[in-house]
């Protein structure tokens, strides 16, 4: 059974950083497009992040650019989101997502991880 399992998530102050990690288990992992999700209360699901399969083009949401990095480790089956510069409106809880096509909305994943939540005070 294919697995997403996020971890690094919690609570920092703003200006802080943190890396997130997505570890994939029973995936063909580079066969799936790679990403990462929000959600904030009241809010729907957004895209934060996506990388292609072989890691070769990335995408950001505008409210995230030039502070997030997404990249993948074939090695260990793990997807990174690099977060620098936080915000309090970055608190939200943040998903890994798995696509075997293009990544460009929540309705096409195919495998979910439980998510992680992340909790930036001003």
């Known amino acids: 059974q294919v697995q997403l399992v996020e971890s690094g998530g919690g609570l920092v102050q703003a200006g802080d950083s943190l890396r997130l990690s997505c570890a994939a288990s029973e995936l063909s992992f580079s066969r799936y497009s790679m990403g990462w999700f929000r959600q904030a209360p009241g809010k729907e699901r957004e895209i934060v992040a996506t990388?292609?399969?072989?890691?070769?083009?990335?995408s950001y949401a505008d409210s995230v650019k030039g502070r997030f990095t997404i990249s993948r480790d074939s090695a260990k089956n793990t997807v990174y989101l690099q977060m620098n510069s936080l915000k309090a409106e970055d608190t939200a809880v943040y998903y890994c997502a798995a696509q075997s096509f293009l990544m460009t909305s929540a309705r096409g994943v195919d495998y979910w991880g439980q998510g992680t939540q992340v909790t930036v005070s001003s």
């Open positions: 990388i292609s399969r072989s890691g070769g083009s990335t």
